[in-house]
């Protein structure tokens, strides 16, 4: 049975960090992490993660996608490996605020 958590905001608030998102809490472990991706100044992205919210977070491997700029938006899923807690990193400054949308799953 496929089970997902409900869909959550992640924003690059660039008055707080031009390139590092919020902290997100799934609300408990997922093995997938769904996402969708606005459009962004070109970069690199990639997933931290941490065992509390407000732990030390690490890029998660294997989870670095590369995002020219542009107008469109895509899709993407990540294997999250049953962490809870995330972060999105960008590898260059954003010139706006980016709000992601992030869910958890099981298959």
Same mark, same amino acid.
């Given at each position: 049975?496929?089970?997902?958590? &409900?869909?959550?905001? %992640?924003? *690059?608030? @660039?008055?707080?960090? $031009? $390139?590092?998102?919020? #902290?997100?809490? /799934?609300? +408990?472990?997922?093995?997938? /992490?769904? *996402?969708? *991706?606005?459009? /962004?100044?070109? %970069?690199?992205? #990639?997933?931290?993660?941490?065992?509390? *919210?407000? &732990?030390?977070?690490? +890029? /998660?491997? &294997?989870? $670095?996608?590369?995002?020219?700029?542009?107008?469109?938006?895509?899709?993407?899923?990540?294997?999250?490996?049953?962490?809870?807690?995330?972060? @999105?990193? !960008?590898?260059?400054?954003?010139? !706006?605020?980016?709000?992601?949308?992030?869910?958890?799953?099981?298959?």
């Amino acid at each position: 049975m496929t089970v997902h958590s &409900g869909w959550f905001d %992640c924003e *690059i608030d @660039i008055s707080d960090s $031009t $390139t590092i998102s919020d #902290a997100v809490d /799934l609300g +408990q472990p997922y093995d997938y /992490l769904d *996402i969708l *991706i606005p459009p /962004l100044t070109s %970069c690199n992205l #990639a997933i931290h993660v941490a065992d509390s *919210i407000s &732990g030390t977070y690490y +890029q /998660l491997g &294997g989870t $670095t996608v590369v995002k020219t700029a542009g107008t469109g938006a895509f899709a993407d899923v990540f294997i999250l490996l049953g962490y809870r807690y995330l972060k @999105i990193v !960008a590898s260059a400054a954003q010139a !706006a605020d980016r709000v992601f949308k992030v869910r958890g799953g099981r298959y």
